[in-house]
């Protein structure tokens, strides 16, 4: 699970890094290729699917906890997967917002 929670993390990072990188010609050139394309697309799309799927995996082990009456850490893992989310649709809503100036 440790694994799974850091790979979503890094998700949204490397779509903005990508993005940020690709606008500011710092990716040597490859930014005007078809892999390029397709990676920014696979990344967008993936993104808030994994993010999503960590929000309700966390929450539901969280209301395991709570219902078996052990005493559940805290909300940090739930609130962290929440915040991963809506940091892959804003980072999502800003891609799209650049799409449509060009």
Do not use: C
């Not at 990716?27 to 993010?51: H, K, M």
């Amino acid at each position: 699970m440790r694994v799974f929670r850091i790979i979503v993390a890094l998700l949204p990072q490397i779509l903005f890094f990508l993005d940020v990188g690709a606008r500011l010609d710092l990716l040597g050139g490859w930014n005007r290729t078809d892999s390029a394309l397709g990676v920014l697309i696979l990344l967008f799309l993936v993104t808030p699917v994994a993010t999503a799927i960590l929000l309700v995996v966390e929450i539901v082990r969280y209301g395991i906890h709570v219902k078996r009456g052990i005493e559940p850490r805290s909300f940090l893992m739930p609130g962290f997967a929440i915040l991963l989310f809506l940091e892959a649709l804003a980072i999502d809503v800003f891609i799209l917002s650049q799409l449509r100036m060009h």
